[in-house]
Nanobody, 123 residues
Framework: QVQLVESGGGLVQAGGSLRLSCAAS????????MGWFRQAPGKGRQFVAV?????????NYADSVKGRFTISRDNAKNTVYLQMNNLKPEDTAVYYC???????????????WGQGTQVTVSS
């Protein structure tokens, strides 16, 4: 089993940056692809980014964040990151990290979830 704890959210002005972190417990972290999802008020949870299990693993991004967000992982620290640059008000949401046995954009294939961290971007 994997337990996930996100941190790094907060309030930022449009055009600013934040880095989210997700710390994972358990020795099986390297077995999982890691994803970030977000949920805005009144909307469903949506895919943001995924990184493969190995160090330097393949990445994939939602079109809305390509070129602005970067996902990475440090398997020695059992941590996955989401660097968010040039933030926009529409990026405001609760951000969740999640673990999957598959490199996937499909929320249904994620087995473990963190509690979420709030990101608010003011205009």
């Amino acid at each position: 089993q994997v337990q996930l704890v996100e941190s790094g959210g907060g309030l930022v002005q449009a055009g600013g940056s934040l880095r989210l972190s997700c710390a994972a417990s358990g020795r099986t972290f390297i077995s999982y692809a890691m994803g970030w999802f977000r949920q805005a008020p009144g909307k469903g949870r949506q895919f943001v980014a995924v990184v493969g299990a190995r160090a330097g693993g393949d990445t994939n991004y939602a079109d809305s964040v390509k070129g602005r967000f970067t996902i990475s992982r440090d398997n020695a620290k059992n941590t996955v990151y989401l660097q968010m640059n040039n933030l926009k008000p529409e990026d405001t949401a609760v951000y969740y990290c999640a673990a999957s046995r598959f490199w996937s954009v499909d929320i249904r294939e994620y087995d473990y979830w963190g509690q979420g961290t709030q990101v608010t971007v003011s205009s």
